[in-house]
């Protein structure tokens, strides 16, 4: 079982940054890739960034690449998403997501998932 729990959301202005944590509970956080989702009401879970168990393997949707970046540190059982250059279509609640073995951008095949934390880019 692994519990999430995401922080760092908030009200910015367009071009401003942001960094999002995402702590996980249990021993065995290594074990799981993970992936960061957005989500706008009456829309469908978006995937934004992946990162394999140990952090070597990163992917970032093309609506994303070059501004956020996903990282990992194992030894805070955390992941994180920088998110830079913020845009008005970034609002979303942001998700973390955990699954063993590889990550994937589809949101259904994920085991455990967070609360959310909102992001709202005002322009």
């Known amino acids: 079982q692994v519990h999430l729990v995401e922080s760092g959301g908030g009200l910015v202005q367009a071009g401003d940054s942001l960094r999002l944590s995402c702590v996980a509970s249990?021993?065995?956080?290594?074990?799981?890739?993970m992936g960061w989702f957005r989500q706008v009401a009456g829309k469908e879970r978006e995937f934004v960034a992946g990162i394999s168990m140990n952090g070597r393997s990163t992917y970032h949707a093309d609506s994303v690449k070059s501004r956020f970046t996903i990282s990992r540190d194992n030894a805070k059982n955390t992941v994180y998403l920088e998110m830079n250059n913020l845009k008005p279509e970034d609002t979303a609640l942001y998700y973390c997501?955990?699954?063993?073995?590889?990550?994937?951008?589809?949101?259904?095949?994920?085991?455990?998932w967070g609360q959310g934390t909102q992001v709202t880019v005002s322009s």
């Open positions: 249990g021993r065995t956080f290594s074990r799981y890739a």
């Open positions: 997501a955990a699954r063993m073995d590889y990550y994937s951008q589809r949101p259904d095949v994920y085991n455990y």
